[in-house]
């Protein structure tokens, strides 16, 4: 399936940067596990495209977790010149915004990066 080889080629490029990568949750991690990505697809809307083509637009999630604000914006920069050398099997892939919060476990706070992509495919009719 494109999607799930799109993911899986993202989770590879990405550990090029040392960080830990998993895909789609980390129950668990210890500060010295940082900074950590965690990529999530969440959202594949479907249109066609010909008579036996389907066009993806894929929404893709990555959740960076950082020590500090500082190390964040650091590793950010780092993921961010990663992402623009990424390839796989898509058309495009397009950066749709950033958020930055606070996360708190237990009596750790730690830094949150959402990063938000969108990428674009196409597969054959009834494929992902």
Request: glycine share 0%.
């Amino acid at each position: 399936m494109r999607r799930e080889s799109i993911i899986f080629d993202l989770q590879e490029h990405l550990k090029q940067l040392n960080y830990q990568t998993e895909l789609f949750n980390a129950f668990t991690f210890e500060p010295s596990d940082l900074p950590l990505i965690i990529i999530k697809d969440t959202k594949d809307d479907i249109t066609p495209y010909a008579l036996d083509v389907l066009n993806h637009k894929l929404s893709v999630e990555l959740n960076l977790i950082a020590l500090s604000y500082q190390k964040g914006n650091e590793h950010l920069k780092q993921v961010l010149n990663a992402l623009k050398d990424f390839k796989s099997k898509f058309q495009t892939i397009n950066l749709t915004s950033i958020d930055k919060s606070n996360l708190e476990i237990y009596d750790n706070e730690y830094i949150l990066i959402t990063i938000e992509l969108l990428i674009t495919y196409k597969s054959e009719l009834w494929s992902a």
